[in-house]
């Protein structure tokens, strides 16, 4: 199953998880809006405390992964607006 995510913190949740695998995630388009590392910094540790905490050292490899893939866009970034959950957080390809 191919796949893209709506969230980065339930994508990656999930990854931890096992209910997605990292190699069936095109991409994710994220509601996050982190333009320097800082940001990313900060987030980490946002999310590592909230979402990601039983597994905060695999949760940052895969945070890295898919940043050094290019496998995040933050529309909020280019002046648009996070994606919905609405109908979830995944989409099957």
Known sequence: M???GFSLSFCIKDILAGKVRED???YIISGTR?????D???LFLQYSFIYWKDDISEA???LKRFRLDNKIY???VDGYVAPSLINGHWVQL
Do not use: F
Request: hydrophobic share 30%; glycine share 0%; proline share 5%.
């Open 24 to 26: 069936e995630v095109d």
């Open 40 to 42: 990313w910094k900060r």
């Open 60 to 62: 940052m490899n895969i």
């Open 74 to 76: 933050q529309p909020r």
């Open 2 to 4: 191919k796949c893209i």
């Open 34 to 38: 982190c333009q320097a590392e800082e």
